[in-house]
């Protein structure tokens, strides 16, 4: 009803016969749901009731049964605090730190609350107890005043001063509403008088008649059982044909009763108890007389909830009567209440089921778990095979064990005896999608609507499903569904302010959020997403009270750390992200059974990854990465991605390389395998983050400016990513950058642009779509000799265009097919001019302009399928292209001992077609987190125009060990050739382990042997030792900053690094990698030869602070040493350089600010003979985003 003044509040959740009193009026009106609360008026409660209430600064209450509570005042502009008088009953209540305080007025005292949670409890006598959750509250009265803070109690008398007490044990749990309902009684019970056994041989008895010789005892019979195995559509069914015969007047009353309970899971209150009211006089047996009678005390109440109803006499010679009296006893008072019933009635009836299995879900509800486990254990022993039996001893071995397959298994198996039994599918959905099988999970969900239309449960739960893969539209209606059911059900409202905020609606979804965790206040992923809605709203410290509370009521819910991660990088707190991030891990694992071991925690994992990554503490990162890699889950490929790679050549570093943008080969196919399985990936915040997908268009505009030898070059940059729901959930990202320094050399003058573009799209759970594209334009610097014996000047111009598409689709959660066509286009201009007299007397010059076009396609298609503990991976690939040149110009030679001179026209036009394929099967097997192998093959068939056509077959396998935690062995062999095209779905790494990259000609192949043992020997130390022996052919090494490259038929390397990772805390990390490489030339004339540019002993150490002023520094000093500079041995000098980075961005997060050095002390080296490496290089960035 609307109200003449605005509103202090809104009631969000009601349970029955609660009462509202408006301000000035003496009539009591039902209180519903979204009624809106002002100054003055009353609310109060009966025996049954309990209703929550938000007010409009966020505070949060909910009053218990037999309570009155007058609302006098609430806090606003003109007024701090707001002001409450609790009569009677019981009130508990959290108010958001910072903001406005709550004063309680009791008989005996008055409450002083600033920030906390906390309950209150008045007695008859005016007697008032406190308890503090959390936070601090201030008791008083006109004799004293004492301060209660979290785990402590007061207790005030009237006309008596204030006493506090300590909380041995504060057990929020207590304080959880469970979705506890009376209609659930009419979807949950028997209705025959058999149990057990004899039920089920009953049915099979009756279902091996025909149904055209089945007699109206057996329909009767039929439609009893099936209301509690085959679901109301078989049981209205076997109702209809036993009322086409003749009934007497004791099936009639059955027949009603059997149409009570339907009418009642359907909500028609009054019909049921109409119908129930009849049979009780029709002359029924004991037990189903007490169905009929509780039947109808339920459905009367629930259709005139103001009045109280006496409840049904209780028979103590029948179960049944015991098992309804718990029942509503849990409805009326609370579960401890509930379990003290139905523990009288295991000593009275030590071998039924049903009481034992209600026994087990009461002490499950109540985290008792020594009793749960003694209970159900006893539940089996009597009947193993009773639906309800299964469906909790399921349930506890999957939530409270951890061992969710064995869960699974176990529901599934219920499922086969009781098919219409919503809870089982429920279950089911919720088991599968813990286990990332959103198909499957889906599918049980909407069985158990089909099963149960009348019940919220499911609708929400497919609804927080659908939210997670971002069709929020379908969600909306299931969401809208649940709530016009229940409009009291709080996983609904916080639902729906999910809904709301990946909606975009902050502001609604957040006072939704609260509306929910306001009706069940101990919801521990309510206050998560409390948390999550304050922390998208600004509210950093609401965002942090609500994890706290998260935490304080669940301390063992890993998701919470895993949030906490993400807000801790957001906030540039890197040793809290570090902190949170393990503590994740140690809960996953603290499950036990599937989530003990680190490998399959993969959410939790990935954040380890991201934290350690985040200090520069690379190689750990890639550890956390490595270790839960799933060939199913787009972020593993992403942490493989993002594992830096440094090349084994020395090449010339970039601002790029020094702030780790660099992007190789490996780190690119990782990247677009990955998309395929979350193509909505392409797009994510800047300069902020969504711990939400919600629809949003980021901007960034960039600009830099370049200093190196007194001379100045920038360059310029932009992106633009978005994400919508509508009108199915897509992601896009494009990217534009300029690059310009004209140097005082030709070696320092570059000329860059490049764009890209990202389309995601996953408009179901099964299907996904990647659209992508790039072109650049590079003219890169070129060295320049001028020497007594040798003249050489050139440009080059390099452009390039490449473009992809793929879908991929699930035909099950571990059932992927990826198919992808890419296309690409590359022009190679250059111009030369050289004169060469080291073959005195012989003088050589040449002048020529080159144009190199290369042009393919590339279909691939790549299957993935699990099965247990095994992953399959296969496919193939085709490839089609073709090279085309042109080269004009002169050449020039002039003998000075003879005096003749020769000059050649150079006008050649080379055209070759090509076509390649590639047939891949790779096998993944992880029986356990302590054991991993992956084997695969690959063969290759390359046909080059006027080129003798080559087959190859590629065998690659690997292990990995992890003989105690935190230390991981692994090693692998496996064999790279090169296709003409580089695209490519087959697996690029094995058991984690990547072969250094070195560049091969086409027909060239790499073999290389790789192992690596990480060692995590404290949460602040972390080693890693890597050695590879590679034997290569085809190696054609390009001399940098030149057309030249050196060709070797054969060569043979072997590396071997150690790096040590040092988190200090206070922000900073410590990285350090020292090596040995050797090398030699095993074919020609050089035979022996070291292979030049290889650094035969390097090291790079540095160190990297984060604070959280947004404030990044970052500096490492590499060292390279023992190099050859062709393969006549030439020595190039050892060389030491120090590169740093700053970064500091505002507090909204809209601009930063970098400074990045290159060669920082200005050290004079070469890259290569007569080739200078990178002087000292200042740039200034500046990004804004809007």
């Not at 939790?604 to 985040?614: D, H, I, K, L």
Request: cysteine-free.
């Amino acid at each position: 009803m609307p109200r003449p003044a605005s509103a202090a509040g809104s009631i969000v959740a009601t349970k029955g016969g609660e009462e509202l009193r408006f301000v000035r009026e003496e009539r009591w009106r039902p209180a519903e749901v979204k009624q809106d609360v002002i100054g003055g008026d009353v609310l109060r409660t009966n025996a049954i009731g309990n209703l929550a209430i938000l007010f409009a600064d966020q505070t949060q209450i909910r009053v218990g049964r037999n309570s009155t509570l007058t609302v006098n005042d609430v806090a606003g502009a003109n007024n701090a605090t707001t002001h409450l008088d609790l009569q009677s009953g019981n009130l508990w209540a959290r108010a958001a730190r910072g903001g406005t305080g709550v004063d309680v007025k009791t008989p005996a005292a008055v409450a002083a609350i600033r920030g906390t949670d906390w309950s209150l409890t008045v007695d008859a006598s005016g007697k008032t107890a406190l308890v503090v959750l959390e936070g601090t509250v201030e008791l008083k009265n006109a004799q004293g005043a004492v301060t209660v803070r979290q785990g402590e109690g007061a207790v005030a008398a009237i006309g008596q001063a204030p006493t506090k007490f300590v909380l041995v044990n504060s057990d929020d749990r207590e304080q959880m509403l469970f979705y506890l309902t009376l209609r659930d009684v009419f979807t949950s019970i028997s209705l025959s008088p058999l149990t057990g056994p004899a039920l089920r041989a009953e049915r099979a008895r009756i279902e091996a008649i025909p149904a055209e010789r089945r007699k109206v005892e057996d329909w009767l019979s039929l439609a009893e059982i099936a209301s509690y195995f085959d679901g109301r559509a078989v049981a209205a069914k076997a109702l209809a044909e036993a009322r086409r015969l003749s009934l007497n007047p004791t099936q009639r009353a059955r027949a009603d009763v059997v149409e009570g309970t339907l009418a009642g899971a359907q909500r028609r209150w009054r019909e049921a108890a109409t119908l129930f009211a009849g049979a009780e006089r029709g002359g029924l047996d004991s037990k189903r007389r007490i169905n009929a009678a509780y039947g109808r005390y339920i459905a009367q109440s629930l259709a005139d909830p103001k009045r109280v109803y006496p409840e049904p006499p209780l028979d103590p010679r029948e179960p049944e009567a015991a098992l309804a009296h718990a029942y509503i006893v849990a409805f009326r008072e609370d579960l401890n209440a509930a379990s003290k019933v139905i523990k009288a009635a295991e000593k009275r009836f030590p071998n039924n089921a049903r009481i034992a299995v209600l026994s087990a879900q009461l002490a499950l509800a109540l985290n008792r778990r020594e009793e749960m486990r003694a209970a159900i254990e006893r539940a089996r022993r009597i009947d193993p095979d009773d639906p309800n039996v299964i469906l909790t001893y399921g349930s506890i071995k999957a939530d409270i064990d951890g061992e969710v397959e064995g869960g699974l298994a176990e529901l599934r198996r219920a499922t086969i005896v009781a098919p219409g039994n919503t809870d089982l599918w429920n279950g089911i959905g919720l088991f599968e999608s813990s286990k990332d099988r959103t198909l499957a999970a889906e599918e049980a969900f909407r069985r158990a609507i089909a099963e149960d239309p009348e019940s919220p449960v499911p609708y929400a739960n497919l609804a927080i499903l659908l939210l997670d893969q971002s069709r929020v539209d379908e969600a909306g209606a299931l969401i809208d569904k649940a709530l016009a059911i229940d409009p009291a059900f709080s996983v609904g409202s916080i639902a729906l302010g999910r809904y709301l905020l990946q909606k975009g609606e902050t502001a609604k979804g957040l006072e939704a959020i609260l509306a929910g965790s306001t009706a069940n206040p101990a919801y521990s992923q309510g206050l998560l997403l409390t948390a999550i809605a304050y922390y998208q709203n600004g509210d950093v410290e609401l965002a942090d009270q609500a994890l706290d509370n998260a935490d304080r009521l669940d301390p063992n819910d890993p998701v919470v750390s895993v949030t906490r991660t993400a807000i801790a990088l957001d906030q540039y707190q890197a040793d809290q992200a570090i902190v949170s991030a393990r503590e994740a891990v140690r809960r996953y694992r603290q499950r036990g059974g599937d989530f003990a071991g680190l490998a399959v925690n993969r959410e939790a994992g990935s954040y380890p990854a991201q934290a350690y990554r985040f200090l520069n503490l690379d190689e750990w990162a890639r550890y956390y990465g490595d270790r839960v890699f799933d060939p199913f889950t787009a972020s593993s490929y992403f942490d493989e991605a993002a594992a830096r790679r440094p090349s084994i050549f020395a090449t010339r570093p970039t601002i790029s390389s020094a702030q780790g943008d660099d992007i190789d080969l490996t780190t690119y196919t990782l990247m677009i395998q990955g998309l395929f399985f979350d193509p909505l990936a392409v797009s994510s915040r800047i300069g902020r983050v969504d711990l939400l997908r919600r629809p949003f268009i980021d901007t960034e505009f960039g600009g830099s400016v370049l200093v190196r030898n007194n001379r100045i070059g920038w360059e310029a940059d932009a992106s633009v990513q978005g994400f919508s729901n509508e009108p199915v959930p897509t992601s896009f990202s494009l990217s534009a950058a300029r690059a310009l320094f004209d140097g005082d050399t030709s070696l320092d003058r570059e000329n860059a642009s490049n764009a890209s573009f990202f389309i995601g799209t996953a408009p179901s759970a099964a299907d996904r779509f990647l659209i992508f594209g790039a072109a650049s334009s590079v003219e890169p610097g070129l060295a320049k000799f001028d020497t007594r014996t040798r003249f050489f000047a050139g440009t080059q111009d390099l452009t390039s265009m490449q473009a992809g598409a793929g879908w991929s689709h699930s035909f099950g959660d571990r059932n992927v097919l990826t198919g992808a066509v890419y296309a690409t286009r590359g022009i190679d201009r250059r111009y030369s001019n050289a004169v060469s007299a080291d073959l005195f007397p012989l003088f050589v010059s040449a002048e020529q302009w080159q144009r190199n076009r290369n042009e393919g396609l590339v279909a691939a298609l790549g299957h993935t399928l699990g099965f247990g503990d095994f992953t399959v991976r296969y496919g193939i690939e085709g490839q089609t292209g073709r090279t085309l040149g042109w080269t004009s110009g002169t050449s020039r030679t002039y003998n000075a001992a003879t005096g003749a001179f020769d000059s050649n026209v150079i006008d050649e036009r080379p055209d070759s077609t090509f076509q390649a394929a590639r047939l891949f099967a790779d096998a993944f097997w992880r029986p356990s987190d302590r054991f991993e192998i992956q084997a695969g093959v690959e063969g290759d068939f390359v046909d080059i125009e006027s080129r003798p056509s080559e087959n190859s077959i590629a065998p690659r396998i690997g292990i990995g060990v992890s003989p105690l935690d935190g230390q991981w062995l692994r090693a692998a062999y496996r064999r790279d050739g090169l296709l003409p095209l580089n695209f490519t779905l087959s697996p690029v790494t094995t058991v984690g382990l990547v072969p250094n990259n070195l560049p091969i000609s086409l027909g060239g192949r790499t073999d290389t042997m790789a192992l690596r043992w990480d060692a995590e020997w404290s949460p602040h130390v972390f080693t890693a030792v890597e050695y590879q022996r590679q034997d290569v052919r085809g190696l054609d090494i390009p001399v940098v900053n030149t057309f030249d490259s050196i060709a070797i038929e054969k060569g043979h390397i072997e590396r071997l690094s150690a790096t040590a990772n040092v988190w200090l805390g206070h922000g900073f990390g410590v990285f350090g990698t020292v090596g040995t490489l050797s090398s030699d030339v095993r074919s020609g004339d050089t035979l022996g030869a070291d292979i030049p540019f290889l650094s035969g002993r390097f090291a790079r150490a540095g160190i990297t602070f984060a604070d959280p002023s947004r404030l990044k520094i970052a500096v490492a000093a590499t060292f390279v040493g023992d190099r050859k500079g062709n393969l006549a041995g030439l020595k190039l000098d050892d060389y030491w350089t120090a590169d740093a980075s700053i970064t500091w961005e505002t507090p909204d997060r809209r601009l930063l600010l970098g400074l990045t050095f290159l060669n920082l002390l200005d050290q004079d080296y070469e890259l290569a003979p007569g080739i200078r490496g990178t002087g000292r290089t200042f740039a200034a960035t500046m990004k804004a985003r809007f």
